[in-house]
C-alpha cells in the first residue's frame, strides 16, 4: 500500500489511526467542510479592550479631545494582521506561537521573548483585577480588596474547572458588555462637526503628550498577548473538534482560513468600535470640561456621571467589569500557555488539571501573583507603565517572529502569505516596532 507522505501546510484526509481510536470512544475528527466555532476573533478583540486599555483610551480622549478618533480606523488593519496570521499559524501548525518558536528557533530567542510576555501578562492581569475591583466599587460599596480577591477566586475557579467550550461560550457572551461604552457616548452627547472631522482627518502633534499618547494607544491595540492567546484558541479550537494528535491538526483549508478571517474582521472592527466609542465618550465630556486628569478606567467611570448622567458612568463601569472577567483569563492562561510550550510540558483547556498538573498550576500562579499584585502597595499606574515598557522591547520582536513564520514554507507549506497579508504584515511591523522606538525616547526624556 502506498504511503502517503504529508506536506507542510496539508490538512490530512485521512488518519489511518482515526478508525481504531473511534471503536474505543476517542472524539472523531470533524469533517473538513464543517465549519469553525464563530465568535474567535470576538473574543481576542474584547479582551483587548481590557480594563487597562479602557483606562488608555479614556485618558487619550480626556487629554486630547475628539482629534484622536481617527487613531481608531488607522489602527484596525493593523489589528487584522496580527490577530489573523495568528490564528493562520495555530491552525496550519497545529501548534501554538512558542511552540513553534520552540521547534524551529534558537533558544536564547525564545527564553527573551517569553520573560517579556510573562511580565507583561501578570503585571497588566493584576492592575485589570485592581480596574476591575474599582470600577465595582462605584456599584457596590465594599472593600476594594474583598472584591480583588472575590473577582480572583472566580476568574481562577472558571480556568481550573471550566472546559474549553464552556469557557470560549462564556467569553463570547462578556465580549458584549463592551456594548456599554456605545451607550455611554450616545448619552455624552458628542458635537457631530467635530467627530466627522476628528474620525477623518488625522491630527498629529509633534509634542511629548500626543506622541506619548499615540504610542501608548499603538502598544495597548496591538498587545503581545493577543499573538499567542489567538493561536492557541485555534489549536484548542482543533481539538475540541476531536484533532486531539498533532497529525490531525496539521494544515487547514482555504474555507476554514477564509471562515477565520471573516471572523476576526468582525472581531476587531467591534473592538476598534468599543476603542472609538470610549475616546468619543470621555472627549465630549472630560475633555470638553477641561478634566484630564483621568488615569483608569474607574476614574473615567466616575468623572463621566455629573457630566454625561448617572446612566452613562454607570454603562461605563459596567463594561470595566464585564470584560475583565474576560480578559485576566486570557492573560494568565495566555502565560501559562507560553510557559508550557517553551519546555515541552503538557498543556491546553482540554486537558484536565490531574493531566496537566503543570499547565494549571501555572494558571494559578499568574492568577495569584496579579491578585498580590494590589495588595503590595505598588502604583498601579507606573506598574503599567513597567509593563508598557517591558511589552514594548518584546511586541515588536514577537510580531517580526510571527512573520517570518508565516513566510516560512519549512512550517507553513502552501500557506504562507500571499502578497497583500504580507504588505499588511510588514506595514503593521514596522509600525510597532516604531511605537517601540517613541515609548524608549519618551521614557527616556
Request: aromatic fraction near 10%.
Amino acid at each position: 500500500m502506498a504511503t502517503h507522505v504529508q506536506v507542510p501546510g496539508e490538512r490530512r484526509k485521512h488518519d489511518p489511526g482515526v478508525e481504531e481510536r473511534n471503536k474505543t470512544g476517542a472524539p472523531k475528527p470533524v469533517p473538513h467542510g464543517t465549519f469553525r466555532s464563530v465568535g474567535l476573533g470576538l473574543i481576542t478583540g474584547a479582551a483587548d479592550d481590557d480594563p487597562s486599555a479602557i483606562g488608555t483610551y479614556a485618558t487619550a480622549g480626556a487629554t486630547l479631545g475628539p482629534s484622536f478618533l481617527w487613531t481608531a480606523p488607522v489602527t484596525f488593519p493593523m489589528m487584522f494582521a496580527v490577530v489573523y496570521l495568528s490564528s493562520k499559524l495555530g491552525q496550519v501548525a497545529g501548534q501554538g506561537l512558542f511552540a513553534v518558536i520552540r521547534k524551529h528557533y534558537p533558544r536564547w530567542l525564545l527564553y527573551a521573548a517569553l520573560v517579556g510576555v510573562l511580565i507583561g501578562n501578570t503585571i497588566e492581569a493584576g492592575a485589570d483585577l485592581g480596574g476591575m475591583a474599582a470600577a465595582l466599587n462605584l456599584l457596590v460599596p465594599i472593600p476594594i480588596g474583598w472584591i480583588v480577591v472575590a473577582i480572583t477566586i472566580t476568574v481562577l475557579a472558571l480556568q481550573v474547572w471550566g472546559s474549553y467550550t464552556l469557557i470560549r461560550d462564556i467569553f463570547r457572551w462578556l465580549a458584549l458588555a463592551l456594548l456599554a461604552y456605545v451607550g455611554s457616548a450616545i448619552l455624552a452627547k458628542p458635537e457631530l462637526l467635530s467627530v466627522i472631522k476628528g474620525t477623518l482627518i488625522p491630527h498629529i502633534q509633534f509634542n511629548r503628550e500626543f506622541l506619548s499618547m499615540l504610542v501608548a494607544v499603538i502598544g495597548t491595540t496591538l498587545s503581545a498577548y493577543l499573538y499567542t492567546w489567538q493561536s492557541n484558541q485555534d489549536v484548542e479550537e482543533d481539538i475540541s473538534m476531536g484533532r486531539r494528535r498533532l497529525s490531525d491538526r496539521l494544515g487547514t483549508t482555504k474555507e476554514d482560513l477564509h471562515h477565520s478571517a471573516r471572523d476576526i474582521a468582525v472581531g476587531m472592527m467591534f473592538s476598534n468600535l468599543v476603542m472609538y466609542f470610549i475616546i468619543l465618550s470621555t472627549a465630549a465630556t472630560l475633555f470638553k470640561a477641561g478634566r484630564s486628569d483621568i488615569s483608569t478606567a474607574a476614574q473615567a467611570a466616575q468623572a463621566l456621571q455629573p457630566l454625561a448622567g448617572k446612566a452613562a458612568g454607570l454603562l461605563f463601569a459596567i463594561g470595566v467589569v464585564g470584560v475583565g472577567f474576560l480578559a485576566v483569563p486570557v492573560m494568565t492562561i495566555g502565560a501559562a500557555y507560553d510557559l508550557c510550550q517553551t519546555f515541552g510540558w503538557k498543556h491546553g483547556l482540554h486537558a484536565r488539571p490531574a493531566e496537566a498538573k503543570k499547565f494549571y498550576v501555572a494558571i494559578t500562579v499568574f492568577t495569584a501573583l496579579a491578585m498580590g499584585m494590589n495588595f503590595l502597595g505598588i502604583n498601579p499606574i507606573k506598574a503599567l507603565v513597567f509593563a508598557g515598557i517591558v511589552q514594548g522591547f518584546s511586541t515588536p520582536f514577537l510580531m517580526l517572529m510571527i512573520m517570518l513564520i508565516t513566510n516560512n514554507r519549512a512550517i507553513m507549506g502552501k500557506w504562507v502569505n500571499g502578497r497583500a497579508i504580507n504588505i499588511l504584515g510588514w506595514i503593521t511591523t514596522a509600525a510597532i516596532f516604531a511605537a517601540a522606538i517613541g515609548l524608549i525616547v519618551v521614557w527616556i526624556r
